[in-house]
């Protein structure tokens, strides 16, 4: 085996990350600007963007203005949008890795104008976050007039939990549109969850989905595949007698255990919250040996993490999957997030450098 496949390494399917992009885009039926922020959601910015060119994406969207720059580095031509605001100190630096910033008020717009340079006006419908209030548009037309964006956008705060929601904010981003002194070329507003919520041809001119392409939908019937794999070796096994206990805190096994549940095989794996299998899992996660679910035993560790595989024969270099495919058995990033009551949007973001990323080439 490689070198990187001896501790702990997250596989990421490219293949299958382009088929997701395929899907939405087939779906929304306008040209895709996929967020890849946070290092593509922690799947690899770089490795995602190549993959995605083969789709042909108007650009991309980025949260800082140093992962904009490591795509410019990476050869990464087409347009980069910096979704977070950024302060003004720091255009020119935007300016010279040619990014778009996302602007939201007044003397933001009047220092980044006369550069020319393409921006999106970013318009705050109800999320209270980034971006002009939609009431306050009107207060800033003249100098959107002066210095047209390339594009507006919104961004939506309940899909899934309050539906009513995204008609109030659409309402609300149309009034503010109304305002300004032209349509701007590109309005966008869809995230994944809004996208797949729609159903249909977007009503704007692009989409802007992140956690989808990374193989997490929203039961809204627009499957994505998994992406995403984290893997470990074995690297040790122990047998345990009643009374043993497992790990900080020894709250492994639940009191109340059986006499005959005993002696228990304790698995050791090489990889701990610090690289992002989070300390939430402990006593509550699965993970997959031979195609069957074994459970963590005790507390997660920063480097380490114990299964009870007392029921899988197996042995030391053998490999556990905690999330992905492994034989029949497949854990979602979904399945894991519930176990241990996390989003999946945090799980995958928090999935440490530490662990190297393998990727599967697209086909
Ligand atoms: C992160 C982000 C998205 C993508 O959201 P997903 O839920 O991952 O699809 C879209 N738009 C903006 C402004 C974002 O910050």
């Known amino acids: 085996m490689m070198r990187a496949m001896t501790r702990a390494w997250v596989e990421v399917d490219l293949g299958a990350l382009k088929r997701n992009a395929e899907k939405i885009a087939a779906a929304a039926r306008v040209p895709l600007l996929p967020t890849i922020k946070a290092d593509a959601y922690g799947m690899g910015a770089v490795g995602v963007a190549r993959a995605l060119e083969a789709t042909e994406p108007w650009g991309y969207g980025v949260g800082t203005i140093e992962e904009g720059e490591e795509l410019r580095a990476a050869g990464i031509a087409r347009p980069i949008l910096v979704l977070t605001p950024i302060l003004a100190e720091t255009f020119a630096a935007a300016q010279a890795a040619g990014l778009r910033p996302a602007l939201g ?15 999106h006006l970013s318009i705050d419908t109800g999320m209270n976050r980034a971006g002009i209030p939609w009431r306050d548009v009107g207060r800033i037309r003249d100098v959107v007039a002066r210095f047209p964006p390339e594009g507006a956008f919104t961004h939506y705060h309940s899909v899934l939990k309050d539906r009513a929601s995204v008609a109030v904010q659409t309402g609300r981003f149309r009034d503010a549109l109304a305002q300004l002194p032209a349509r701007p070329a590109l309005l966008h507003a869809e995230s994944s969850a809004a996208i797949e919520h729609a159903g249909g041809r977007s009503p704007w001119d692009l989409v802007r989905p992140g956690v989808f392409l990374y193989g997490v939908g929203t039961a809204e019937g627009l499957d994505p595949e998994p992406v995403v794999s984290v893997r470990a070796r074995i690297v040790e096994l122990r047998a345990i007698q009643d009374g043993d206990t497992v790990s900080y805190g020894a709250t492994w096994p639940a009191p109340g255990s059986h006499p005959e549940d005993w002696p228990r095989r304790i698995a050791t794996l090489p990889l701990g919250y610090a690289d992002g299998y989070r300390r939430a899992l402990g006593n509550r996660g699965w993970a997959l040996l031979h195609g069957r679910r074994v459970p963590v035993a005790g507390a997660i560790t920063m480097d380490m993490t114990m299964l009870d ?40 973001t928090e999935l440490h450098s530490r662990l190297p990323r393998l990727y599967g080439e697209p086909q």
């Open 105 to 119: 008020d007044a003397a933001a717009i009047a220092a980044w104008g006369p550069s020319g340079a393409p921006w």
């Open 309 to 348: 595989v007392t029921d899988v024969p197996c042995d030391v270099g053998d490999v556990v999957t905690l999330f992905g495919r492994d034989g029949g058995d497949w854990l979602t990033v979904q399945d894991v997030a519930r176990f241990g009551h996390l989003s999946p949007y945090e799980l995958l």
